[in-house]
């Protein structure tokens, strides 16, 4: 089994670890989709792949099966090694996202190109559904973190403005060479975890028509 060391040398290195088995209980996963259904409301078209929603700290959970999940002591120790190392700081920022995607008639929304983030944050995300290419598997492109991070930073010298970071490499950089082709997707059964920071090369999927993708995702950044 790979220690706390190992998995941040590796993130280190390539920016994402996917972790070997499923990360969750079948009962865990069950009572995060019924917190999260809750969570998700309506769908009100504010989300044009399904319904979304930000619920808040990991510490807002507390006695749930997602702080089980996401307060874990390998989490929380996995997240201040990396982000020591990487981010200069340990996490002063955490928030949880999820999103219940079923639909895929609405075009591309900006995360459906291959992109890195335009903030760098460390991000946790783990299936409540199986997942395969049919429905909306994340993609990203290994090797591809150092090169995100120098593109990221390159960015915030030349603009220091949010809404012009340049951040989508078949748009915005066509000259690297890199398309939606390189991605590779993660697929796994519900439970699947992987952990990676966003300048990774990195896409959402499209969910074809008859199915779905529940997803969780934990984000945390140092203190700004």
Known sequence: MNTIADISNELVENGIYIFPEPFATPEQIKSIIEITENELGPDDGSYQFGRANKIGSVDNWQGTAI???FGDDMI???ANVFMQKEMGGTPGFNDIHITHD????QGLARNGYLHFDRLGTFKFFMYL?????????FS???NSYQKGKELRQAEWRRTGDFGQIANRLEVDYPSLGFTS??????EGPAGTMFAFHSDVFHM???V???NERRVIRYHLDVSR
Not at 102 to 105: A, K, L, Q, T
Not at 129 to 137: E, I, M, R, V
Not at 181 to 186: G, K, L, N, Q, T
């Open 102 to 105: 079923y639909r895929s008639d």
């Open 129 to 137: 559904t199986d997942c395969d290419k049919d429905s909306g598997a």
């Open 181 to 186: 082709d390189d991605a590779v997707p993660i």
């Open 140 to 142: 990203y492109v290994p």
């Open 204 to 206: 959402g999927g499209s």
């Open 67 to 69: 702080h089980e999940v």
């Open 208 to 210: 074809k028509e008859g």
């Open 76 to 78: 929380n120790e996995l």
